[in-house]
């Protein structure tokens, strides 16, 4: 279940709040070499469900990130270029 913390982060609660994975990051750095998914100690921030219109919303960008990757990486074949290997 995807849940929104009290700082505007959006991510999957876990059984340790020291490790939550987040997907939605509020104070997001667009330098970060990962912007778009991280863990994060969330321990002591209050949380609850996300709407069922953001749930939507973030289940359709994840499906475009999908299928632009599926993209990405039919151009790279067709070109006879490498693969970019993510090192997270």
Do not use: A
């Not at 999957?12 to 997907?23: D, F, G, L």
């Not at 509020?26 to 709407?51: A, H, Q, W, Y």
């Not at 919303?57 to 490498?82: E, M, N, W, Y």
């Amino acid at each position: 279940m995807f849940v929104k913390f009290s700082c505007g982060c959006i991510g999957v609660q876990s059984n340790n709040p020291k490790k939550t994975y987040i997907i939605s990051i509020c104070d997001i750095d667009m330098n970060d070499s990962n912007p778009l998914f991280t863990i994060r100690d969330m321990s002591g921030k209050t949380f609850e469900p996300v709407s069922n219109q953001e749930f939507e919303d973030l289940f359709l960008s994840i499906g475009k990130l999908v299928g632009d990757g599926h993209k990405f990486r039919t151009i790279q074949t067709l070109l006879g270029t490498p693969p970019i290997v993510w090192k997270g």
